[in-house]
């Protein structure tokens, strides 16, 4: 089955630019989700890509290359509660139904 | 609007014993769905529902049941629980299938089987 695979955990500083991957195989998915979750919490919507490139919501944007199998998600100016895992979700195109899940990736931010 | 809402937040079940998680929302979504997460792993999709009266089986179905008697309301079934149960579990709804629709999840149901 398709797979998607993220690095487990990041860290980075205050302030700075960090870059979260997501891969899957390229027969790939119709588009890609991103997900913000925090310790405890539920996951919360970012982004949904379905065109291929960038897309830019305030300090976060998201980029797709279907070609490639390939995701990012860009967080700029990074700020403390932007601690939380990301969660990278494809939408397979035999299903509406069932997103495939990445694990998810620990993003630590220090001072 | 309250959006999606999960009771119990916790629960400590012992083996065989059955209970139900509640899940309602607000947004008069059709779509409705279980999910559980385990440490280190993605979201699993147990049940979905694409509308009032009609359910069907996700990725990891086994030992649950669902129904969708209102639009609002989504329980989620468990019989005879088993460790391998213990897990986080989140509602979600979503206003369309799935494409390009985000999914609304509620807080989630922390349970424990020993």
């Known amino acids: 089955g398709q797979n998607i695979d993220q690095p487990t955990e990041m860290t980075a500083t205050e302030g700075a630019i960090v870059q979260i991957n997501c891969t899957y195989q390229?027969?790939?998915?119709?588009?890609l989700f991103w997900y913000q979750q925090h310790a405890g919490e539920a996951p919360t919507f970012l982004s949904y890509n379905v065109l291929d490139g960038l897309e830019e919501k305030g300090r976060f944007s998201s980029f797709l290359s279907r070609s490639k199998g390939y995701s990012y998600l860009l967080l700029k100016e990074l700020q403390m509660k932007d601690s939380a895992s990301y969660l990278c979700a494809g939408d397979p195109p035999d299903s509406n139904y069932q997103l495939i899940w990445g694990a998810g990736t620990k993003l630590i931010i220090k001072p | 609007n309250a959006g999606v809402t999960q009771t119990p937040k916790f629960r400590i079940l012992k083996i065989g014993q059955s209970m139900t998680l509640q899940c309602t929302q607000d947004?008069?979504?059709?779509?409705m769905y279980w999910y559980r997460q385990d440490p280190g792993m993605g979201l699993k999709l147990i049940y979905y529902?694409?509308?009032?009266?009609?359910?069907d089986k996700g990725e990891v179905p086994n030992g649950y049941n669902v129904s969708r008697s209102t639009t609002e309301d989504f329980p989620l079934r468990l019989e005879l629980a088993a460790p391998s149960q213990t897990s986080v579990y989140f509602c979600?709804?979503?206003?369309?299938?799935?494409?390009?629709?985000?999914?609304?999840f509620g807080p989630g149901t922390r349970l424990t089987v020993t």
């Open positions: 979600a709804s979503s206003y369309s299938s799935l494409a390009a629709y985000e999914q609304y």
């Open positions: 947004m008069n979504h059709n779509y």
């Open positions: 390229t027969s790939g998915f119709n588009g």
């Open positions: 529902s694409v509308g009032a009266g009609i359910t």
